[in-house]
C-alpha cells in the first residue's frame, strides 16, 4: 500500500530538515513525498533535493493559499492513503506509517484512521494531544497531523475549500460529519505512542482568532451552527484573547498549567470508531 505524504513549503528551510528525517526513517517502504511549493527563495527546494532518501516529486509555482497547494498535493498524490505533514512538522517515530498502513490494510472499509499528537510549544507548554472525538459544533475532533485517509475520501467529500485560509481541516471535518454514514463512522483510532509531532508557529496558530472566526463561517454555511457552538467559540475566543495579553506580562505558566489539566483531564474514553455527530 503506497502513502504519500503532502508536505507544503514556502522558504521552509530553517525547519525542513526534521519533516525529512522523520519521512526518511520510516519503516514503511513504500511512501512518495510530495512537496507543494510557493516559490521559495532560500534554499529550501536545495534541501530536499540534497536531504530526500525517498521517492518524491516538487511542484513549485505560485499557489493561491494552503488550501491550493494541500489540493495541488492530493490531486497529484499516486498513494492509496494521504497524509498532509507540514514543512515544519514530524512523524512521531520510524513506525508510524507502519501503524498506519497496518490499521488500513486489516480493515480494509476504514475511510480514515487517526491518532494521538505530540504539540511543542516552549512557551505555552508541550503535551500528548489525544483525539478529542466531540461534537464538531464544540471543536476539532482530531488533530490533523495525525489524522490519514484513503484517496477515496477526498473523491466522496471534495478537496479543501479555497475560501479558507486557516480552518480549511476543520471545514472538511465539519463536511464529512455531513456525509453518508458509510464515510463519517468508517474511521478508527490507533491507539499507543503519537503519530505525529505538530510545532506551534504554524498559520492557524499565527492567526489564532482568524481561525476561529472561520470556524464560525464554517458551521453557520453547512448548517451546524447552534447554542453549544455559540457557547463553545465564544469560551475559546475568549482563551486566545486572555492568551495573547498573558504573554508580555510573561506569565506563560498560567496557560501552561490550564493546558496541562485540560490535556490531562480533558479525554474521552478511548473508542475503535468515531462518534456520530
Known amino acids: ?28 517502504r513504500d511512501i512518495e513525498q510530495i512537496f507543494i511549493d510557493n516559490l521559495s ?10 536531504q530526500s532518501r525517498r521517492e518524491h516529486r516538487i511542484i513549485s509555482e505560485k499557489d493561491r493559499g494552503i488550501s491550493d497547494a494541500f489540493n495541488k498535493g492530493i490531486l497529484a498524490a499516486n498513494g492509496d492513503v494521504i497524509a498532509i505533514l507540514n514543512s515544519d512538522d514530524a512523524f512521531y517515530s520510524p513506525e508510524s506509517l507502519t ?9 480494509p472499509t476504514l475511510e480514515f484512521v487517526f491518532g494521538d499528537m505530540l504539540f511543542i510549544d516552549p512557551d505555552y507548554g508541550t ?4 483525539p478529542l472525538l466531540c461534537s464538531i459544533t464544540e471543536a476539532m475532533p482530531y488533530n490533523h497531523p495525525a489524522f490519514f485517509v484513503r484517496k477515496s475520501f477526498y473523491e466522496k467529500l471534495g478537496l479543501f475549500d479555497e475560501a479558507y485560509r486557516y480552518a480549511m481541516d476543520f471545514e472538511l471535518i465539519a463536511r464529512m460529519y455531513q456525509s453518508p454514514t458509510e464515510v463519517r463512522l468508517n474511521g478508527a483510532q490507533i491507539h499507543g505512542e503519537p503519530l505525529a509531532i505538530m510545532y506551534a508557529g504554524g498559520a492557524s496558530w499565527k492567526h489564532e482568532l482568524g481561525a476561529l472566526n472561520e470556524v464560525e463561517r464554517a458551521l453557520k ?7 453549544d457552538a455559540n457557547r463553545a467559540l465564544k469560551n475559546r475566543k475568549f ?6 495579553l498573558l504573554g508580555p506580562l510573561q506569565i506563560h505558566f498560567l496557560v501552561r ?17 468515531t462518534p456520530a455527530l
Not at 502513502?3 to 519503516?27: G, P, W, Y
Not at 503535551?127 to 489525544?130: A, F, G, S, T
Request: net charge positive; glycine share 2%; proline share 2%.
Open 99 to 107: 501503524r498506519v498502513h497496518d490499521a488500513f490494510t486489516q480493515d
Open 1 to 28: 500500500m503506497k502513502i504519500s505524504v503532502i508536505t507544503t513549503t514556502f522558504n521552509s528551510a530553517v525547519h525542513i530538515d526534521r519533516n525529512l528525517k522523520s519521512v526518511n526513517e520510516q519503516k514503511h
Open 41 to 50: 527563495t532560500d534554499g529550501t527546494l536545495d534541501l530536499i533535493k540534497s
Open 221 to 227: 454555511s453547512l448548517k451546524l451552527w447552534n447554542k
Open 239 to 244: 482563551r486566545v484573547q486572555m492568551k495573547s
Open 257 to 273: 498549567l490550564w493546558r496541562a489539566w485540560k490535556w490531562k483531564k480533558n479525554q474521552p474514553a478511548p473508542q475503535n470508531k
Open 127 to 130: 503535551n500528548i494531544r489525544r
